[in-house]
């Protein structure tokens, strides 16, 4: 089986602007689940997509969004980018239908923000 | 919401001697526990994983115990190698759905 795929795998941006992220989950795998990681606050939760619906949401702006499709690919956005946004954007997938279900991880998109 | 600590930051140990990180979580619903191994530049790697009704999981040099009552679980790692050399995340999933909560990750070091 294919794992987790995400473009791009690198993005610069500049402050203000908005940007699009992909993540293609394990064929079979109905939730993806979306993280931020960054040096100084680690591995974050962002939300987790499950059958279209947002399932969880983590504390993060409302910036933050995302969407999930109707072959379990989702893409988050991030609005009015923020020095502070800049991070490896990891996105996870699982079959979802318990918590105990183990996540596998893509590669990431590494964000930089100008 | 559900917080994990994880000791220690980094840790460094001889090869062949054994290493221990510790994680101690707060929401005791929570009911699943992974470990993953991040090297430099890559994704996320599952190592092994414990769910709350079992209390010990191993995997060859990989083991993991959980102790519900004390709402603490650890990773031991035996007989280490230079490229168990990473970073190691231990997390707890709480609540519905597939949501992690991650410690703040602990770096291995195998010296030669």
């Known amino acids: 089986k294919a794992g987790v795929t995400q473009t791009p795998r690198y993005l610069i941006k500049t402050r203000g602007q908005q940007v699009t992220l992909s993540c293609s989950p394990i064929?079979?795998?109905?939730?993806v689940s979306w993280y931020q990681q960054t040096p100084g606050q680690g591995l974050q939760f962002l939300f987790e997509?499950?059958?279209?619906?947002?399932?969880n949401k983590g504390n993060f702006p409302g910036r933050f969004s995302g969407r999930q499709f109707s072959n379990s690919r989702s893409e988050m956005n991030v609005s009015t980018l923020e020095l502070g946004d800049s991070a490896l954007y990891l996105c996870?997938?699982?079959?979802?239908?318990?918590?105990?279900?183990?996540?596998?991880f893509g590669p990431g998109t590494r964000l930089t923000v100008l | 919401g559900e917080n994990v600590e994880q000791h220690p930051s980094t840790l460094s140990v001889q090869e062949g001697d054994s290493a221990v990180i510790k994680c101690t979580y707060s929401?005791?619903?929570?009911?699943?526990f992974p470990w993953y191994k991040q090297e430099l530049g890559k994704r996320p790697q599952l190592i092994i994983d414990?769910?709350?009704n079992v209390g010990e999981k191993k995997d060859q040099r990989i083991a993991v115990t959980l102790n519900k009552t004390a709402k603490h679980f650890s990773l031991h790692i035996t007989e280490t190698q230079p490229e168990d050399s990473a970073v190691y995340f231990c997390?707890?999933?709480w609540g519905g759905g597939n949501k992690l909560t991650f410690g703040t990750g602990t770096q291995l070091k195998v010296e030669l």
């Open positions: 996870a997938s699982s079959l979802g239908d318990s918590s105990t279900d183990t996540q596998y």
């Open positions: 064929s079979g795998h109905r939730s």
């Open positions: 997509y499950f059958s279209e619906t947002q399932r």
């Open positions: 929401d005791s619903a929570s009911n699943y």
């Open positions: 414990i769910r709350s």
């Open positions: 997390a707890a999933s």
